[in-house]
């Protein structure tokens, strides 16, 4: 279960990134999110479709470690938010991306 403490530093965190999103754009972290996101949802679908959804989810979080590391490391790259901040939340961004691939609605943004 995810506390309280982790979900307001996950809001703040998605609260500081929306405010220096002019910023990182032009950094590449819109497509280095993309890349992991299509990395994801690649490896997910191939997975999903020779064993279980569970396994296919956590496979293809492992799959796509080095996407998720470059996002992860673009991001921490701003002003705005340093890579103590990037480690503290990666746990809960890591539950939402296997929440994504699970609930089937890949199609929409992570």
């Not at 403490?5 to 002019?22: D, E, H, K, M, N």
């Not at 996002?71 to 929440?99: C, F, G, K, M, Q």
Request: glycine fraction near 6%; proline fraction near 3%.
């Amino acid at each position: 279960m995810v506390s309280a403490r982790t979900i307001s530093r996950t809001v703040l965190f998605a609260c500081a990134i929306g405010c220096a999103a002019p910023a990182l754009a032009q950094g590449g972290v819109s497509d280095r999110h993309d890349a992991w996101r299509t990395c994801l949802t690649d490896a997910f679908t191939l997975r999903a479709a020779l064993s279980g959804r569970t396994s296919a989810a956590e496979a293809a979080l492992g799959e796509c470690r080095a996407s998720e590391t470059a996002y992860l490391s673009a991001l921490s790259s701003s002003p705005l938010v340093d890579e103590d901040d990037v480690t503290r939340v990666r746990p809960a961004l890591l539950v939402r991306a296997r929440t994504w691939l699970l609930s089937g609605k890949t199609s929409r943004s992570l």
